[in-house]
């Protein structure tokens, strides 16, 4: 029976396996020691890292349009997560101080 693949994006060889896994269990680390340092999420700054690689890769690698194109939905997908996650804050009601003076 062949082995499952964990990676979701796309069938990977299973070198490729190893390095994507890699990949997410050091972004998970990354993650895991700014939250525990107090971080906040910087979008901006998520988006600004993403394009930057995706176009050093292209100049330097001559990057494929599918795995650009991935990249591209990936910058996409994290846009609209922090969007609907900007609604909601704004769509919650203020915290009122309601204590007599």
């Keep these: 029976m ?4 964990k990676s979701t994006l796309q ?3 299973p070198t490729g396996e190893l390095i994507s896994d890699g990949f997410l269990s050091a972004a998970k680390n990354h993650a895991t ?3 525990t340092d107090g971080k906040q999420p910087n979008i901006n700054k998520a988006t600004e890292l993403l394009v930057k690689s995706t176009t050093v890769i292209t100049e ?5 349009r599918e795995l650009r194109d991935s990249l591209i939905a990936a910058t996409a ?7 609907k996650e900007e609604i ?3 769509s919650q009601p203020a915290a009122h101080d309601d204590k007599a003076a």
């Design 60 to 64: 330097r690698y001559n990057l494929p």
């Design 77 to 83: 997908e994290v846009l609209m997560i922090a969007h």
């Design 33 to 35: 020691k700014a939250i």
């Design 11 to 13: 069938q990977l060889s």
């Design 88 to 90: 909601a804050k704004a």
């Design 2 to 5: 062949p082995a499952t693949k």
